[in-house]
Every structure is written in structure tokens, then in C-alpha cells.
């Protein structure tokens, strides 16, 4: 049984483990401004972020770099809260925001978008000049955002069929995700090159298209999901002890779960439908937080968020690094992290249930 004195030990351990990821967030953020293919140097930086530069180097700083930085730091924080509580709906430590076919679902809407209205076969047809009029970025998220969000509704609806049993929720995401790639399949089947491509170059997690608008929805997202997250933080940690016992302390197991999934789901959705897809990130934050501090939701979900965004932006600063005159998709260096790590997780966990 543990004392007083050890919970107290505990809680400044974890305080101090916060206020650490919190710093190398923000040091790292600092970093990444300075990071790029401009060639710019740390004095022509900080002179572009004091407006003091040539309109080139304050344009770079302000209106690519920044708002770059901002997405990495919500959509890290975002993906990562939303695996954290997906594997605590779940009881599954491998679920993640992909886990639903949220990811798959927002790569057909933007297909469909961009190969069907934009640059594909019902509209503007094989010319690249005609391509540049008729694409929107913002009608190319906006139907990622409502076929995920069609996608998430229609798992949860299946899945209040039976009583949301966390093995039919997993069932039913992969199911549902297998049809959108189906469609997608079939979309980019009859695409004209130009549409083709395009659609390709969307789906790759890119944080270079983010805006100081797309951040803003980003951010009301993401910080209305998890301040939702730390209000129901006590009832997610019955959760962990089974269904039986969290209904036994008056919890409504299923209506937690709808909600819960619900709000991740869209976090998740709205990153996608803006980023493109930017994998592992719900994964392996929220394991090494449970790792390392614990599973209490108090402290994993700001944990999770910090280390959601440290691993972003660190994910970025790779991908800039890399490129040598193009920065290289940020989903690609994540995915280049998580499958190692995945495979880690399956292997070593000899048995043993978390």
C-alpha cells in the first residue's frame, strides 16, 4: 500500500516530468524556426522575427516557418491525446486515430476533391494549367473533414448495435477503413496523371501547407477535445480497471466511449483533413507516457500532448534537414520512427497485458 509520502514523491516526479517535455517543446520550437532550405543564417533569422530582414527572409519566417511550427505543435498534441484515449476506449495498446479508417476515409474525400472536381476526369481534364484554377485546398479538406466525419458516425452508429464492445469498435474501423480504400483505389484507377498525382502529393503529411487560418480551426479543435479529455479524465481511469468496475462507480461505460471516440475521432479528422495523413504519432507518444509516468489520465493526457508535439516537431526538423532543398513529407519520417517501434511493441511484450 502505498504512503502519503510516496504519492507525494510521485506527483512532484510527474510535475517535473511535464515541466521538462514542456521546455524541450518549447526549445525545440525555437530551434525548428531556424531550420530550413533558405539558407538563412541565426542572424537573418532573428532578424526576420524582429521584422528587421529583407521582405523574403520575413516572409519565410512569418508566413511559412510559424505557421508550420504551430501545426506541428497542435496536430502532435492532437493525434497523440486522441490515441491515448482510443487505447483506453479500446482496451487495445495498438488502437490509434488510424484505427477507425478516419485517416482512410479523409484520403477518399480529398480523391475524390481533387481527382474528380479538380484535376481529373469530371472537370478541368489533363491540364495542369487548368488543374491550378479549379483546385481549392480548402474544398479538398472540407470533404476529408465530412467523409471522415460520415465515417466516424457510421462506426459508432454500428457499434451502439451492440452494446460498443471494444472488439466490435476495432472490427468495424477496420472494415469501414478497407472500404474507403477500396474507393480510393478505384478513384485514382481512372485519374488523369495531373489528378493522380496531385492526390498522391495530398496524402502525403505535409505540415509546409499549414496557415495561420488552418492552425486556428486546428487549435480550437484540438484544445476543446482535450480540455473534454481532462474533465472526463477520472472516469476514463475507472475505465482502465474494466467496464464492470467503472459502472460500479456510476460511470456510463457506453456513453463514455461514444463521446470519448467521438471527440478523438474528430481531433483526428480535422488534422488529417488539413495535414494529410501522419502516421504512429497516437501510437508511440501515449506508450512511452503510460511507460513512464503511468496511466493515470491526469498526467498522461498533458504528457501525451507534449511528447505528441516534441516528436512532431522533431519529426519536421528531420524532414527539413533531409530534403536538401525540399523538405521531405513529415508522415514519412514519423512512419520511418513508428514502425520500429510498433514492431517493438508487438514483440516485446511477451504476454503480458498493459
Known amino acids: 500500500m502505498r504512503t502519503q509520502n510516496d504519492l507525494g514523491k510521485n506527483r512532484r516526479k510527474n510535475r517535473a516530468a511535464i515541466a521538462l517535455l514542456a521546455l ?10 531556424f531550420v530550413g532550405s533558405s539558407q538563412m543564417s541565426v542572424a537573418d533569422c532573428f532578424a526576420a522575427l524582429a521584422k528587421k530582414g529583407s521582405a523574403a527572409q520575413v516572409r519565410i519566417i512569418w508566413n511559412i516557418r510559424i505557421p508550420r511550427v504551430l501545426a506541428a505543435l497542435i496536430a502532435g498534441a492532437g493525434l497523440s491525446v486522441a490515441g491515448l484515449v482510443m487505447q483506453t476506449d479500446l482496451n487495445n495498446p495498438m488502437a490509434s486515430p488510424s484505427t477507425l479508417g478516419v485517416s482512410n476515409a479523409a484520403v477518399f474525400g480529398a480523391n475524390l476533391s481533387i481527382i474528380a472536381f479538380a484535376g481529373g476526369f469530371l472537370d478541368t481534364g489533363n491540364h495542369l494549367a487548368n488543374y491550378s484554377v479549379g483546385a481549392n485546398p480548402y474544398a479538398t479538406s472540407l470533404m476529408a473533414f465530412l467523409f471522415s466525419t460520415a465515417s466516424i458516425l457510421l462506426i459508432l452508429g454500428l457499434c451502439r448495435l451492440r452494446a460498443f464492445q471494444p472488439g466490435v469498435v476495432v472490427l468495424a474501423g477496420i472494415a469501414v477503413g478497407a472500404v474507403w480504400t477500396a474507393a480510393t483505389t478505384v478513384l485514382q484507377f481512372y485519374a488523369t496523371d495531373v ?33 473534454f479529455f481532462s474533465l472526463m479524465s477520472w472516469r476514463l481511469n475507472a475505465l482502465l480497471s474494466g467496464d464492470a468496475a467503472a459502472k460500479s462507480l456510476g460511470v456510463h461505460v ?20 488539413f495535414l494529410g495523413v501522419i502516421g504512429f504519432v497516437g501510437i508511440i507518444c501515449p ?12 498526467v498522461s493526457i498533458p504528457a501525451s500532448a507534449l511528447s505528441g508535439s516534441l516528436l512532431l516537431l522533431l519529426a519536421d526538423t528531420l524532414a527539413r534537414s533531409v530534403g536538401k532543398g525540399s523538405a521531405l513529407p513529415v508522415g514519412a519520417i514519423t512512419s520511418l520512427l513508428g514502425a520500429p517501434f510498433f514492431l517493438a511493441i508487438i514483440f516485446g511484450r511477451k504476454g503480458e497485458h498493459d
Do not use: E, N, P, Q
Open 195 to 227: 489528378g493522380l498525382s496531385a492526390a498522391v502529393v495530398w496524402s502525403f503529411g505535409d505540415l509546409g501547407r499549414a496557415t495561420y487560418r488552418t492552425d486556428l480551426i486546428m487549435a480550437v479543435t484540438v484544445l476543446t477535445g482535450i480540455g
Open 287 to 298: 506508450h512511452v507516457v503510460k511507460r513512464l509516468l503511468g496511466h493515470d489520465h491526469r
Open 254 to 273: 457506453d456513453l463514455l466511449r461514444f463521446w470519448t471516440m467521438l471527440f478523438a475521432s474528430v481531433i483526428t479528422a480535422v488534422c488529417v483533413s
Open 24 to 33: 524541450a517543446v518549447l526549445a525545440l520550437a525555437f530551434v525548428c524556426l
